[in-house]
Nanobody
Framework: QVQLVESGGGLVQPGGSLRLSCAAS????????MGWFRQAPGKEREFVAA????????IYADSVKDRFTNSRDNAKATMSLQMVSLKTEDTAVYYC????????????????????????WGQGTQVAVST
């Protein structure tokens, strides 16, 4: 199993920045593709960003492209999401997920946007963007 713990959420004004972290423990972190998802009140959980096992393949939702940067550090078993130019519509609970996969990374990342593809989830961290 993999245990995931998110941190770094908070209240920020529009145009501000936050950096979320996801710390993993348990089985070999580098065996898992990792993703960020978010869920706003009354809405379904939606894909934000994902990174392949080695960190070389990245994919983003169109709504966050050019504003969010995802990365991972396999030595520290962490994933980070740097968010800049935040908008009110970015307000949500942000979750990190882990997906064990042996698929080639370019194939995995192309299919990394589905909630059901992930095996483990953290408890989430709240991001609120408001004046």
């Amino acid at each position: 199993q993999v245990q995931l713990v998110e941190s770094g959420g908070g209240l920020v004004q529009p145009g501000g920045s936050l950096r979320l972290s996801c710390a993993a423990s348990g089985r070999t972190f580098s065996s898992y593709g990792m993703g960020w998802f978010r869920q706003a009140p009354g809405k379904e959980r939606e894909f934000v960003a994902a990174v392949s096992r080695s960190g070389t393949r990245l994919i983003y939702a169109d709504s966050v492209k050019d504003r969010f940067t995802n990365s991972r550090d396999n030595a520290k078993a962490t994933m980070s999401l740097q968010m800049v130019s935040l908008k009110t519509e970015d307000t949500a609970v942000y979750y990190c997920g882990a997906d064990w996969s042996s698929a080639p990374e370019d194939i995995w990342v192309a299919k990394a946007m589905g909630v059901s593809d992930y095996d483990y989830w953290g408890q989430g961290t709240q991001v609120a963007v408001s004046t």
